[in-house]
């Protein structure tokens, strides 16, 4: 299978992580605890995978521009974050007076419709320069689907709005995530651009919404799992260099 098809198959498989997330909190009462170890686990592997391999290979691409383009692709979806879309918990909202209009609600899919055009254009990035690159920035961001999906639907669900919508709009913001792959295959060239941009929003997903949500568990444990994230890269890469020599 070539590259361009594995980033095809390999993003649709995460877009319908989107889709289980929402599907998960609409059809059944899963156990919110549960669902703060993906974020941990999200979060560890993910911060870890764009520090020790999204940014480095973004330098080999282009040493000049890549800490202003990383920089602005952080920096962008901090905007998004405080314009397009008001303040939400990251893996699921219960506070339904924060989400009395339509305009809001939907304002929070474009939000992390965005955060997940960017997860598409990061994993075709990465197949376009190696298959590992690719694997690896696939599992950081399948990792935190289950929780993006949950969270779109949840709030969908907090506006008033019906299972029916919730799930539309997780198809919404999965659908994203193929888009950003269909770019940087039909323009590959873009990933000079396309990748340290991704890395940017990936270290804002990480480290700014993800992380948060890990400290407000209380005691170790969820500290243990996001360590879990980072000791299962750091695996996952000796492996992958053994194997690669």
């Not at 889709?19 to 549960?34: D, F, M, P, S």
């Not at 920089?71 to 979806?77: A, K, N, Q």
């Not at 940087?184 to 941009?197: E, Q, S």
């Not at 700014?208 to 695996?235: Q, S």
Request: charged content about 10%; glycine content about 10%; hydrophobic content about 55%.
């Amino acid at each position: 299978m070539s590259n361009f098809a594995l980033s095809l198959v390999l993003g649709l498989v995460a877009a319908l992580a989107d889709v289980l997330g929402a599907l998960i909190l609409v059809r059944t009462h899963w156990e919110k605890r549960y669902l703060r170890y993906f974020v941990a686990l999200g979060a560890g592997f993910m911060l870890s995978a764009v520090l020790l391999e999204m940014v480095p290979e973004s330098f080999r691409l282009s040493f000049r521009w890549t800490p202003l383009l990383v920089l602005g692709g952080y920096c962008l979806i901090h905007l998004l974050e405080h314009t397009v879309t008001p303040h939400f918990q990251f893996g699921g909202e219960t506070h339904h007076h924060d989400f009395i209009s339509t305009h809001t609600s939907n304002s929070v899919v474009v939000g992390l419709a965005a955060h997940s055009l960017f997860d598409g254009v990061a994993i075709a990035s990465g197949f376009v320069l190696s298959t590992w690159l690719g694997w690896i920035i696939f599992v950081a961001i399948l990792l935190h689907k289950l929780p993006e999906g949950f969270t779109v639907a949840s709030v969908m669900l907090a506006s008033g709005h019906s299972g029916r919508a919730a799930m539309s709009s997780a198809s919404v913001v999965a659908a994203a995530t193929l888009a950003g792959i269909l770019v940087i295959n039909v323009f590959p060239g873009w990933v000079r651009v396309g990748l340290p941009v991704a890395a940017g929003v990936a270290i804002y997903v990480s480290a700014t919404d993800l992380v948060p949500e890990v400290n407000r568990e209380p005691g170790i444990r969820m500290a243990l799992v996001f360590f879990a994230g980072v000791a299962g890269f750091l695996i996952c890469k000796f492996i992958a260099d053994g194997l690669l020599r």
